[in-house]
């Protein structure tokens, strides 16, 4: 059920489900019958109820992170998208550019009802930024929310189009993380190895170095000296490298939290969740209160 409701349009086909389920009910005109829809619209509506619930308020609990100064691990930034040519998607046909797009098309059946045949989403890292630095976005499992939607028609075929535009104002909540730079993890003793294996091809040149005495050979002691030099050598490159500014990375969270990702802001996006789920609490009490009264009535006329 939580998994059904990431769709950006699950609120509204929750709330043609009820109107579907009050009307079928309606045509059976049974106790029985209403008891059963009142019970469904209820649980339902909890479900929609929880995971609107859970978004209102994992947007609400977390603040907004510059990008440059964002901790490492869950956060939300707002920033804006890249114009750059390598941010862009892959064309399609029929598409204007974007940095990302999800595709559905469905094909008219013969008791004219539109049937899903295609569904194409978008998996390429694209850039945001703010006023403090840039971050890489991505978008791979990501519940997307865009009001950039747009419907079109081909002879029996409907394409729906969600796309994500250069410039537009992101959102984005999820796993923040600095890949070099000063959170590089490296590792001292492999890449000491690594590198005296390499001095080691070169006979002469380490022997030149580290062969003090002259007898051609490289002693117990000379070859302290030279993982010594190696040490060293290995520290000034971790050093360099960790002055270097690292490369951040929003991403799907491996802890199971919420990823979200939309053009809308983070009050825009917190009040849209919360006045959904203010309208599915209201109908999960609507919905036991009729399945109480279809329940009573049927003990009465029973």
């Known amino acids: 059920m939580t998994q059904y409701l990431r769709n950006g349009y699950a609120n509204l086909i929750t709330s043609f489900g009820h109107l579907l389920i009050l009307l079928v009910a309606l045509r059976i ?4 019958a209403w008891m059963a829809a009142f019970s469904l619209i209820a649980l339902i509506s909890f479900f929609a109820w929880a995971s609107t619930f859970r978004r209102s308020r994992a947007i609400a609990d977390t603040p907004t992170s510059k990008i440059d100064s964002a901790a490492q691990g869950y956060v939300e930034i707002f ?4 114009n750059a040519p390598e941010s862009l998607a892959p064309a399609r046909m ?5 940095v990302w797009f999800r595709c559905i098309t469905y094909r008219r059946t013969s008791d004219n009802k539109w049937q899903e ?21 991505d978008p791979d499992d990501a519940e997307v929310f865009t009001t950039h939607c747009r419907t079109w028609y081909e002879g029996q075929y409907k394409h ?31 890449d ?21 005495d002259g007898n051609g050979e490289v002693g117990l002691k000379e070859w302290q000296l030279a993982r010594n030099a190696a040490r060293r050598e290995i520290e000034k490159q971790h050093r360099e490298l ?9 991403r799907n969270p ?15 996006l917190k009040r849209r969740y919360a006045l959904w789920s203010w309208f599915h609490i209201t109908m999960f009490f609507s919905g036991v209160g009729g399945a109480v009264w279809a329940m009573m009535h049927l003990a009465l006329s029973g």
């Open 160 to 190: 729906i189009d969600e796309q994500l535009f250069p410039g537009d104002n992101i959102y984005v909540l999820g796993e923040f993380s600095t890949i070099s730079g000063a959170n590089s993890a490296l590792d001292l003793k492999a």
């Open 192 to 212: 000491m190895n690594v590198l005296l294996e390499q001095w080691k091809k070169d006979r002469s040149t380490l022997l030149k170095r580290f062969d003090l």
């Open 29 to 32: 005109n049974d106790p029985q």
């Open 79 to 82: 920033g804006r998208t890249s």
């Open 117 to 137: 045949i295609s569904r194409e989403t978008s998996d390429s890292v694209f850039e945001i930024s703010d006023e403090t630095g840039r971050c890489m976005v």
């Open 242 to 250: 960790r002055l270097h500014n690292g490369v951040h990375v929003m």
């Open 254 to 268: 491996e802890s199971g939290q919420l990823y979200l990702l939309s053009n809308l802001s983070p009050h825009q």
């Open 94 to 98: 029929g598409s204007l550019p974007c």
